[in-house]
Nanobody
Framework: QVQLVESGGGLVQPGGSLRLSCATSGRSFSTYNMGWFRQAPGKEREFVATMYWSGASTYYTDSVKGRFTISRDNAKTTVYLQMNSLKPEDTAIYYC???????????????????WGQGTQVTVSS
């Protein structure tokens, strides 16, 4: 069993920044591909970013490229999402997820992931 706990969400003005964290409990964290998804009000959950288990590769949805950065600290078993130049359309609940068994890359589909966090709210508004 792997537990994921997100933190770092909040209210920020357009153009501002936030860094989300996702702490995991798994002993084999360094072997998981990790991802971030988001769900805006009235919309389906969508892919945001993913990082390969080794950290060698990352993949982003087009709408966040150049603004968001996913990273991981295997020693702390934590994955991060640095979000810059935030826009109102980035408002959503953000979820991190762990893919233990997926052999596909990029791991951008919800079905690729085995464990999910409870989510953290990000609101971008003036």
């Amino acid at each position: 069993q792997v537990q994921l706990v997100e933190s770092g969400g909040g209210l920020v003005q357009p153009g501002g920044s936030l860094r989300l964290s996702c702490a995991t409990s798994g002993r084999s964290f360094s072997t998981y591909n990790m991802g971030w998804f988001r769900q805006a009000p009235g919309k389906e959950r969508e892919f945001v970013a993913t990082m390969y288990w080794s950290g060698a590769s990352t993949y982003y949805t087009d709408s966040v490229k150049g603004r968001f950065t996913i990273s991981r600290d295997n020693a702390k078993t934590t994955v991060y999402l640095q979000m810059n130049s935030l826009k109102p359309e980035d408002t959503a609940i953000y979820y991190c997820a762990a893919a233990l068994y997926s052999s596909s890359w990029p791991t951008r589909y919800q079905s690729d992931y085995d464990y999910w966090g409870q989510g953290t709210q990000v609101t971008v508004s003036s």
